[in-house]
T-cell receptor
Framework: GAVVSQHPSRVICKSGTSVKIECRSL??????MFWYRQFPKQSLMLMAT?????????EQGVEKDKFLINHASLTLSTLTVTSAHPEDSSFYIC????????????FGPGTRLTVT | AQSVTQPDIHITVSEGASLELRCNYS??????LFWYVQSPGQGLQLLLK??????LVQGIKGFEAEFKRSQSSFNLRKPSVHWSDAAEYFC???????????FGQGTRLTINP
């Protein structure tokens, strides 16, 4: 149980275009979903926290107009990278939480974004 | 605010040897503590967690961790490592009632045959 999927697993896009990444909780309803960014050989950097039906809460320094997050249902959250630039190339990981307050997060397999 | 330190960036051990990965946290009360493992190009898998109770926690794949309040530590151990244990290990802390987890920098584990 507690499986989280991400789609696509890899995506290459041209500079200036937008790309959408989906995160789904397959066998549970997620009260909260999280989006992380991970640079090579580094830890996870939390980008934003999203709760179903409400606006995402972005971490300091993350451009909310560039990284659009939509949490349309209790099983789906999407991250759209708008007007992508090569520096947006990274590994994006989502996670989902069942309970409230500090409970464990279940992670998706990640999406490798390359902007050319 | 809570923080997590994993002092060892990279550890190499021989297959069959014992392993201990260190994790120190900073938080005013007893936090929720987690160890996750990440294989290259993959997401994170939960190894074990501590919320309360018995301070020695058993996890998957033969791992265990011990919460030591006096040392603000939550070190991960395994008595005998396997080549498949080679991966990146992350310690994380969460505050009860809070939304977020804070991750350490990670420890990369290499296994020598």
């Amino acid at each position: 149980g507690a499986v989280v999927s991400q789609h696509p697993s890899r995506v290459i896009c041209k500079s200036g275009t937008s790309v959408k990444i989906e995160c789904r909780s397959l066998d549970f309803q997620a009260t909260t979903m999280f989006w992380y960014r991970q640079f090579p050989k580094q830890s996870l950097m939390l980008m934003a926290t999203s709760n179903e039906g409400s606006k995402a809460t972005y971490e300091q320094g993350v451009e909310k107009d560039k990284f659009l997050i939509n949490h349309a249902s209790l099983t789906l959250s999407t991250l759209t990278v708008t007007s992508a630039h090569p520096e947006d190339s990274s590994f994006y990981i989502c996670s989902a939480r069942i309970g409230t307050g500090g409970d464990e997060q279940y992670f998706g397999p990640g999406t490798r974004l390359t902007v050319t | 605010a809570q923080s997590v330190t994993q002092p060892d960036i990279h550890i190499t051990v021989s297959e069959g040897a014992s392993l201990e990965l260190r994790c120190n946290y900073s938080y005013g009360a007893t936090p929720y503590l987690f160890w996750y493992v990440q294989s290259p190009g993959q997401g994170l898998q939960l190894l074990l967690k501590y919320f309360s109770g018995d301070t020695l926690v058993q996890g998957i794949k033969g791992f265990e961790a011990e919460f030591k309040r006096s040392q603000s530590s939550f070190n991960l151990r395994k008595p005998s490592v396997h080549w498949s244990d080679a991966a990146e290990y992350f310690c994380a802390v969460g505050a009860p009632g809070a939304q977020k987890l804070v991750f350490g920098q990670g420890t990369r584990l290499t296994i020598n045959p």
